[in-house]
């Protein structure tokens, strides 16, 4: 059994999600100790309960402590199995953080998966559900994972009720490996410009008229669009497509915040990656890492800012693999060896 403490490093749900990631892909016994130690509220909020519940079905966990306000958890996986599955996450919590969390094992399963799952698509301290389909799964992809991502319904801050969805196809050999230690070209810049319903037109242009001008970019694709959802939001999301790498820049509308201030928020932090030399930005870097451990060669990128989530996933990974994660601290390269799992998962390694 892998005994995690929680406490670690930014000690928040990054480390839960990552350790059940790990212990549902390997077969691995898991406990959790101190969990989101480092935040306000600690334990097991709706949002990571429903991480916890739905990596315990798909592969027929047995777990104790699944409640919320838990601080502790342990987790036996069987093993993995595809299918369809339905998750919900019952608030506005992050539904791209609970595909997050199963993704990894599904890539490994027996069969392929659809994954259905509601919650919130675009709210704080998460990826957008723009972000996940333009700039995750797209690097992904370069990686040989086979995806098909769609948002049937945003589901925005405080009701939720959002709806993605996602079919994996498992991997038939070893993930490739990123070798991205130099961006080249600026292939596509692009930004979704979105807008409830409910709420004025205008939002949308103003939105992404803000985006387009801290960008100084006349080559910006551009996306709007006014869906209903069960509560009113906006966001605004900026994907940068390099020749060897990946960057995606979001921000969310909120009461009192201008139209303005999201595109330009947004469009502010994409212009200061362009500006720069790194290859992912700063939540790709994090993301990536725990498929980069498990592919069949050496992965290296740079990020745009070594954050505590990045040094976190590493430690983590580190307890499940015997990899060796280099991360520069002042330049920004990340260098990961690949354990080499091969399709099919622990069982056949």
């Known amino acids: 059994m892998v005994t995690i403490d929680g406490s670690y490093g930014e000690g928040g749900g990054q480390v839960l999600r990552t350790s059940l990631s790990m212990s549902a892909l390997l077969g691995c016994e898991l406990r959790l100790e101190n969990i989101r130690a480092g935040r306000a509220k600690p334990g097991l909020a709706p949002q990571h309960l429903a991480s916890v519940r739905a990596a315990a079905t798909v592969c027929s966990a047995t777990v104790r402590g699944d409640e919320i306000g838990s601080q502790e958890l342990e987790f036996r996986p069987g093993v993995v199995r595809g299918g369809h599955w339905k998750f919900a996450v019952g608030t506005a919590g992050?539904?791209?953080?609970?595909?997050?969390?199963?993704?990894?094992?599904?890539?490994?399963?027996?069969?392929?998966?659809?994954?259905?799952?509601?919650?919130?698509?675009?709210?704080?301290?998460?990826?957008?559900?723009?972000?996940?389909?333009?700039?995750?799964?797209?690097?992904?992809?370069?990686?040989?994972?086979?995806?098909?991502?769609?948002?049937?319904?945003?589901?925005?801050?405080?009701?939720?009720?959002?709806?993605?969805?996602?079919?994996?196809?498992?991997?038939?050999?070893a993930l490739r490996s990123l070798d991205w230690p130099e961006r080249g070209e600026l292939r596509s810049l692009s930004a979704w410009s979105v807008a409830e319903a409910r709420l004025p037109a205008h939002i949308v242009r103003r939105q992404m008229d803000a985006a387009r001008e801290a960008l100084g970019s006349a080559g910006l694709r551009t996306h709007e669009a006014r869906p209903e959802a069960h509560s009113p939001g906006t966001s605004l999301t900026i994907a940068a497509s390099l020749e060897r790498g990946m960057g995606g820049f979001s921000a969310l509308g909120a009461r009192g915040k201008r139209a303005e201030d999201v595109g330009r928020e947004a469009g502010e932090e994409a212009a200061r990656f362009l500006a720069g030399r790194a290859s992912v930005d700063r939540h790709l870097a994090d993301q990536l890492l725990l498929y980069a451990a498990?592919?069949?060669?050496?992965?290296?990128?740079?990020?745009?800012?070594?954050?505590?989530?990045?040094?976190?996933?590493?430690?983590?990974?580190?307890?499940?693999?015997?990899?060796?994660?280099?991360?520069?601290?002042?330049?920004?390269?990340?260098?990961?060896?690949?354990?080499?799992?091969?399709?099919?998962g622990a069982r056949r390694w």
């Open 94 to 173: 992050a539904a791209t953080l609970v595909l997050q969390t199963v993704l990894p094992a599904l890539l490994f399963a027996d069969e392929p998966s659809h994954v259905d799952i509601q919650g919130g698509t675009n709210v704080p301290w998460s990826p957008p559900q723009e972000y996940v389909a333009h700039v995750f799964l797209p690097a992904l992809a370069q990686m040989r994972a086979q995806l098909a991502f769609e948002c049937l319904m945003p589901g925005f801050y405080p009701k939720g009720g959002g709806r993605i969805e996602a079919r994996v196809t498992p991997v038939t050999r």
């Open 294 to 344: 498990l592919a069949g060669a050496e992965t290296r990128y740079v990020t745009e800012e070594v954050t505590a989530h990045l040094r976190t996933n590493a430690w983590v990974i580190q307890q499940f693999l015997d990899v060796e994660i280099a991360i520069n601290e002042a330049t920004g390269e990340v260098i990961a060896e690949g354990a080499g799992m091969p399709a099919g």
